[in-house]
Structure formats: structure tokens, C-alpha cells
């Protein structure tokens, strides 16, 4: 465990930012992350997981903690039912076809999405109608204050829509070190009926989809409207989708009868970001090196030296043209990182 200074961390978060942190330090076990915690030389420590729901505003004058746990592990099953512990370090969208290869459902409508796995349940990740809460079972944790293992059950990780309770009272509390899901081995819950995958499904004359299958159109779906970050700077989904009540819906709708919606409940609709966007004329737009993504408006996109500050910018004026256009407010998705001095 070797504890690097002025490190640049371009290379460790998808925006492509070239901050620097004053501290970094890469951990590869428990007993290295609960020794590095302890340490009180570092009066600020920030995690750093896949680096994809990150945006870094500027230099970090902290030690930045990189996760970096690895492996997979059966903690029971049964013959319907597996418990798997799928340790922080791990790629996001590598487990999901880790699952699928061995035959388990549960994953296959978040394939694609970037990250690893600890950083999932902060924000309770989700796409196309399935999210994180649907098939997690638990969590360990260290705490930061005494660096002790603990765990999280479902109900204690107090879920909602990209929220959970290490975004709320837990947060800069906990580092969590592995996620247990409940996955399917047989009689699988299919989810076909969000977004474009069943018309993808139609295209591939696919009448009776398996989980792979269901993964293969997420990720045809994705790829066709969101960047490589491998290629062009973005962090997915930059704003959450805004929840609107009945009553706003109604007002709304009949303003904007061509509008997208999903009704979440009978009381609360969910109106598509990106689309309330595209209509405020950003989608494709650039702003020097900060820009909006050609394919999806919900994409904000560096197209090279674009520094965080700027990406920040952009969006602050885009949930201002939203709010004064809708009268709705959106807001990012994305964990803004800001520089907090200390000596």
C-alpha cells in the first residue's frame, strides 16, 4: 500500500478530468482499507470507486481512496435462488455477464451501465424498469469513524429513485465493501416492457427472450445513443429523471401532449429528463470543449479539455432553462466533487 502525491486522476473517472489529488492511494483488501482509514494525518478522505458517477470540479486536496476489492462468492442457494457477494472493486456490467454466463436473471436490464459494483447502491442504480433494490440483499460496509465491518440489510439501505442512505445520513459514513444480491436460477422475472427493448427484441425476431437476450437489446439500446466514455468524456446519465405529482402531470400534459411519461404510481409520473432537455434546444450542442451528446440529451460530454468546472457550468445552465421553460426542476445524478482545503 503506497500512498502517491500530486496523482493525476484522469485516467480514473470517465469524465476524462485531468484533476489532481494531493494524496492516492490503490487498496486491494479490507485489512489495507480499514489500516489507511484509520490513519488521521488525512483529515479528508474521498472514495473513488469505477470513477463513472463523478464529476471533479477541481485539484482534490485530500487522500483519494481507490477501492479496488476483487472476487465473487456463493453465500447460499437454493434450487430456484443464489445468494451472490460480489466484492466493491468489481466492474459493473463484467458481473452482469458473469451472471448471465452462469445462467442467473436479475442483472440483465443494467447491463452496460459503468461503475463498479460498491458505488451501485449509493445511488441505487437502474435502467429500463429494473432497479438495484430489486435484487439486492445486503451489504457490508466499513465505518469510517471506528473502521469496523458492518451490515446493511435492504430495508437499513432506505432505497428510492437514485437514493439511498449512503447518499443521505450515511454519507462520508461507510465504504462499502461488497454488495449481496438475490439472483434467479430458474422461472426468471423478465422486464421487457421500458424504453425501446421490446421493439429491439422484434427487430431480432425474438418472440421468447432469455436474460441474454434481454442484455443483448439493453445493450444494443445503450450503445446507440450513449458514448464510449473510452472515447468521448461522460459520466452516462447526468440528471435524474424528475417525479412529478398528478396533479403537475395533468397541467403539463395538456400543455405538452406529445411528452413521454411513465406513471410510477397513481399519484406520482415520471417525465424523461432528456426530453425536457432536448426541447430547451441542448441536445448536440457544444460549448467549447463541455458539451450535450448528439444521441441522448440526458448525456453531457467533454470533448477533450473540457474541465469539470465547465461541465458544471453547463449544467447549472440547463436545469435553470428547464425550470424557467417546464417549471420543473432537475437535478444531477452525478456526485459533484468539489475541492475543500486543509492544511
Known sequence: ????????????????????????????????????????????????????????????????????????????????????????????????????????????????????????????????????????????????????????????????????????????KYVITSVTFTLSKINHKLNTGYGAIEEELRKDAIANPSIKDISNAVIAIRKSKLPDPKELGNSGSFFKNPLVSKEFFESFSADNPNAPFYKVSDSIYKIPAGWLIEQCGFKGKRFGDAGVHSKQALVLVNYGNATGQDILNLSSRIIDEVQSKFNITISPEVNIIKNNPYN
Open 1 to 172: 500500500m503506497v500512498v502517491q502525491e500530486n496523482f493525476s486522476l484522469k485516467d480514473y473517472n470517465t469524465f476524462g478530468i485531468d484533476a489532481k489529488a494531493r494524496f492516492f492511494v490503490e487498496i486491494e483488501s479490507i485489512n489495507d482499507l480499514q489500516e489507511i482509514l484509520s490513519k488521521d494525518q488525512y483529515p479528508r478522505k474521498i472514495l473513488l470507486g469505477g470513477g463513472s458517477n463523478m464529476l471533479l470540479t477541481d485539484d482534490i486536496n485530500a487522500l483519494v481512496i481507490h477501492v479496488d476489492l476483487k472476487g465473487k462468492q456463493t453465500i447460499s442457494e437454493t434450487s430456484e435462488t443464489i445468494h451472490l457477494k460480489v466484492m466493491a472493486g468489481e466492474n459493473w456490467h463484467k458481473v452482469v455477464l458473469w451472471t448471465l454466463e452462469h445462467g442467473y436473471g436479475g442483472l440483465e436490464n443494467m447491463s452496460l451501465i459503468p461503475g463498479n459494483t460498491g458505488t451501485a447502491p449509493v445511488q441505487n442504480i437502474g435502467a429500463y424498469g429494473v432497479e438495484l433494490k430489486d435484487v439486492f440483499h445486503s451489504c457490508e460496509a466499513i465505518r469510517i469513524a471506528d473502521q469496523e465491518l458492518v451490515s446493511f440489510t435492504k430495508e437499513e439501505c432506505k432505497f428510492g429513485y437514485r437514493d439511498s442512505y449512503f447518499k443521505n445520513e450515511g454519507k462520508e
